[in-house]
């Protein structure tokens, strides 16, 4: 299994990217997928996440702002961010599970794709 981030950068503050991951295996489509980030100095934190059926829950300080979904034919999941903030500055990872139970860190990663924000 292999998850592979892409579409970081530099951008400034107010700014959009999306990012992207790739994911090889079969079965995609079963998975429940998220993003997680790990700004310098602390730990990784989830960011938003997507069901195998599409529902989707985001961080409370990050909705609005950001937009987790998936093409299952593509076997990508995305993030765009919006209105994004030097805060925002830290490594974006793909993370892959079958498990509902978002409270741990399961399952399948990427490499991360860093974000940075000037302000």
């Known amino acids: 299994v292999q998850l592979v981030e892409s579409g970081g950068g530099l951008v400034q503050a107010g700014g959009s990217l999306t990012l992207s991951c790739a994911a090889s295996?079969?079965?995609?489509?079963?998975?429940?997928m998220g993003w997680y980030r790990q700004a310098p100095g602390e730990q990784r934190r989830l960011v938003a996440r997507i069901s195998s059926g599409g529902s989707t829950n985001y961080v409370d300080s990050l909705k609005g702002r950001f937009i987790i979904s998936r093409d299952n034919a593509k076997n990508k999941v995305y993030l765009q961010m919006n209105s994004l903030k030097p805060e925002d500055t830290a490594v974006y990872f793909c993370n892959k599970r079958v498990t509902t139970d978002w409270s741990r860190e399961y399952g399948y990663w990427g490499q991360g794709t860093l974000v940075t924000v000037s302000s």
């Open positions: 295996g079969s079965g995609f489509s079963r998975y429940n």
